[in-house]
C-alpha cells in the first residue's frame, strides 16, 4: 500500500471465504476453485504475475490477470471478486489506475507527517508470499 487511498470493493462469502483460507494458509481436503486454478497454472508453468484493476463501468469493476510464461505474457480478464484470492495464492500485487481511485477510492487518515505523490499505477495491497514460493 502506497498512500492513503483504499479502493472498497464488494464480494461475495465464496470469494470472501477462498481469501480468508489462503491467508491463513489452511489446507482444505479438496482444492477450492482458486486452488485448483493455480494447480492448474502451476502445472502448465503459467506464473501469475499481477492483477490490474484496470476498469469500472457504472459501478462494476473490471480486472484482468496477467499471467506469463516462458514465451509469453498474456491478460486474461477476471471477475474482481476473484482476481484477490488468486493474488493471495500466487503472492502478487493487485495495482489500479489513478482515474479509478479518483472516482471509486476513499481516503484514510493520514498517519504519518509526510505524504509521497502517487504512481501511475498504485499498489493497493502487499504480495503474501505464496505457499511453497520463494
Known amino acids: 500500500m502506497n498512500g492513503l487511498r483504499r479502493l472498497p ?3 461475495g462469502g465464496f ?3 477462498a481469501i480468508a483460507v489462503a491467508l ?3 489446507h482444505p481436503s479438496r482444492p ?3 486452488d485448483l486454478m493455480k494447480n492448474f497454472m502451476s ?3 503459467i506464473d ?3 492483477i490490474i484493476i484496470c476498469d469500472l463501468q457504472e ?3 473490471y480486472s484482468k490477470l496477467v499471467c506469463v510464461s516462458e514465451h509469453d505474457t498474456v491478460e486474461i480478464d477476471s471477475r474482481t471478486s476473484d482476481a484477490p484470492a488468486l493474488a493471495v495464492r ?3 500485487p493487485i495495482y489500479t489506475y489513478e482515474h479509478i481511485l479518483d472516482s471509486a477510492g476513499i481516503l484514510m487518515e493520514d498517519s504519518s507527517s509526510k505524504r509521497r505523490n502517487p504512481p501511475q499505477r498504485q499498489r493497493l495491497a502487499p504480495p503474501k508470499a505464496a505457499p511453497g514460493k520463494t
Open 90 to 92: 500466487f503472492g502478487c
Open 43 to 45: 502445472a502448465f508453468t
Open 59 to 61: 459501478g462494476i469493476f
Open 15 to 17: 470469494e470472501a471465504q
Open 32 to 34: 477450492l476453485t482458486h
Open 48 to 50: 501469475l504475475q499481477e
Open 9 to 11: 470493493i464488494v464480494i
Open 24 to 26: 491463513e494458509k489452511m
